[in-house]
């Protein structure tokens, strides 16, 4: 309308040439191997770390509801991870994970027995009298009966206050 024109043009800046593209995507393809297997140490040593803390903070709260037996293992289990996440052995950091899991199962067998001990005591709503919840199926036919528990089919009518208002 203006009898004006205006033109964009794109050009590449980064000033690489087809070859040195060429090279990085070799070197990228090249090095992908060395790159998971950094990827998976570092998952390795964040996993280990999250365990560490997940077991010292449960340690803390629940110490009490486990043997000291137990316990140590536990300690101990804890003291050998830290030590092997200061080294650079990715097996043994895994070995050392895989310890203190089993050795923190303890302390999550022991939490859950009171929790559901606890819940039984308390006599919870639905709860079965062996302590454990009843299973009830939904899709489960209930028992015949004359009784339609009370629902009415009825037909209704909306009314919409707003428009009795503007009228």
Do not use: W
Not at 28 to 57: F, H, Q, W
Not at 65 to 82: C, F, H, P, V
Not at 114 to 140: F, H, I, K, L, W
């Amino acid at each position: 309308g203006t009898g004006k024109e205006q033109k964009i043009r794109i050009e590449s800046s980064s000033g690489l040439s087809d070859d040195e593209v060429d090279k990085m995507v070799k070197d990228a393809e090249a090095n992908a191997d060395a790159d998971k297997i950094k990827k998976a140490g570092i998952e390795l040593r964040n996993n280990a770390d999250t365990l560490i803390y997940s077991t010292e903070k449960s340690l803390e709260e629940h110490s009490e509801k486990i043997s000291e037996e137990d316990k140590q293992a536990i300690d101990d289990a804890l003291a050998a991870l830290k030590t092997s996440l200061e080294g650079t052995d990715n097996a043994d950091i895994e070995a050392k994970t895989e310890v203190l899991s089993t050795a923190s199962h303890k302390l999550a067998e022991a939490m859950y027995a009171e929790a559901a001990a606890a819940q039984g005591a308390e006599g919870a709503p639905g709860a079965a009298p062996g302590g454990g919840a009843e299973y009830v199926d939904p899709g489960a036919d209930a028992p015949a009966s004359d009784d339609d528990g009370g629902t009415v089919d009825a037909d209704f009518t909306v009314v919409d206050d707003d428009e009795e208002d503007k009228a």
